[in-house]
């Protein structure tokens, strides 16, 4: 079981800046990635950006160029780092940990909302 507390959102307008920070508890197995979704009303979830142990990463086209993710991986940690903030990013971003012990496991933050004012 993984355990995930995700902290950073908020209110902010167009063109500002936020970051998330998500803290994963300690594991027996090894966190093969993490990373962020959204969900924004009425909308499905989407990745946002997604980092695996290796340091590979993947990042939604929406966002490439303005948001990045980092792991700090003896922290069990994951940040994303949102800057040129638009109101299309409004949504609620969930952390997701994913670990393979005879198959993937995922495992989801509480969520935090963030809001961008034009």
């Known amino acids: 079981q993984v355990q995930l507390v995700e902290s950073g959102g908020g209110l902010v307008h167009t063109g500002g800046s936020l970051r998330l920070t998500c803290a994963a508890s300690?594991?027996?197995?090894?966190?093969?990635?993490m990373g962020w979704y959204r969900q924004a009303p009425g909308k499905q979830r989407e990745l946002v950006a997604l980092q695996g142990y290796a340091g590979s990463t993947n990042v939604a086209d929406s966002v490439s160029g303005r948001f990045f993710i980092s792991r700090d991986d003896a922290k069990n940690t994951a940040y994303l780092q949102m800057n040129n903030l638009e109101p299309e990013d409004t949504a609620v971003y969930y952390c997701n940990a994913r670990t393979y012990q005879d198959g993937w496991f995922d495992y989801w933050g509480q969520g935090t909302q963030v809001t961008v004012s034009s």
């Open positions: 300690r594991s027996s197995v090894r966190i093969e990635a």
